[in-house]
Nanobody
Framework: QVQLVESGGGLVQAGGSLRLSCAVS????????MGWYRQAPEKQRELVAL???????IYADSVKGRFTISRDSAKNTVYLQMNSLKPDDTAVYYC?????????WGQGTQVTVSS
């Protein structure tokens, strides 16, 4: 079973930056795409950013221009660079490997942005 392990979360002031990492125990190309999702308290989990195996990227409107998803195939790691962070970005961030019907999820990493 492929495992996904997130890291890089923490507490940051508004306007600051964080970089999240998602380390995959196997090849990131064993998935159709890799994505970052987030879930704030009492809210639905939502897509933040996604990169396909072909390299195309998709971003939520709320993070366009501020967040960047990237990958390092040699390290089997997917990153989420988050700049100009806002209090509304506070959430648990999850990494997802999309491979229907058996997606893989990480355990999540907390990001807290103070005003």
């Amino acid at each position: 079973q492929v495992q996904l392990v997130e890291s890089g979360g923490g507490l940051v002031q508004a306007g600051g930056s964080l970089r999240l990492s998602c380390a995959v125990s196997g090849s990131i190309f064993s998935f159709n795409s890799m994505g970052w999702y987030r879930q704030a308290p009492e809210k639905q989990r939502e897509l933040v950013a996604l990169v396909t195996s072909g390299g195309s990227t998709i971003y939520a409107d709320s993070v366009k221009g501020r967040f960047t998803i990237s990958r390092d195939s040699a390290k089997n790691t997917v990153y989420l660079q988050m700049n100009s962070l806002k209090p509304d970005d506070t959430a648990v961030y999850y990494c997802r490997g999309v491979r229907p019907p058996n997606d893989s999820w990480g355990q999540g990493t907390q990001v807290t942005v103070s005003s």
